[in-house]
């Protein structure tokens, strides 16, 4: 008999590692929402300590999400465009540089705005970068 809070923090040290983030630098958020388990998974950027939705999944429980989260993490690479956007929150006056991956632009600005009021961030450009 498996312990789910320790299958629960086995998964999520493999997406840190797959990520290459350190602890403090991911963030595992769950909800209920309509009957199933939402993770969103969120970075935290160490330079600029802003915080950005990496991605959501449901699943009918806290592992099932976490593990497509997995399967997601160790797939988006080959299935997402990159985007660089140019921003500044209000009131800073150095421009911040943010890498997404997204399947397109709206998706990417997306994650950018995640958790914040739209008037907080002044998007000065959207970069789509080419794939290798």
């Known amino acids: 008999m498996s312990d789910v809070h320790v299958e629960i923090a086995r998964i999520q040290r493999q997406i840190e590692d797959y ?4 602890a403090g630098n991911l963030v595992f958020e769950f909800r209920l929402l309509e009957g199933l388990t939402r993770l969103d998974l969120i970075t935290i950027n160490p330079r600029h300590h802003q915080s950005f939705l990496f991605r959501y999944e449901t699943g009918s429980d806290k592992l099932e999400a976490l593990r497509k989260m997995l399967a997601y993490v160790q797939r988006y690479r080959d299935e997402e465009s990159p985007y660089t956007i140019q921003w500044r929150a209000r009131g800073e006056k150095e421009l911040q540089t943010s890498y997404f991956r997204a399947h397109h632009v709206y998706e ?13 961030i002044t998007v000065f450009s959207v970069v789509l970068n080419p794939s290798s």
């Open 108 to 120: 990417a600005l997306d994650k950018l705005y995640y958790g914040r009021d739209l008037s907080i």
């Open 19 to 22: 990520l290459g983030l350190g």
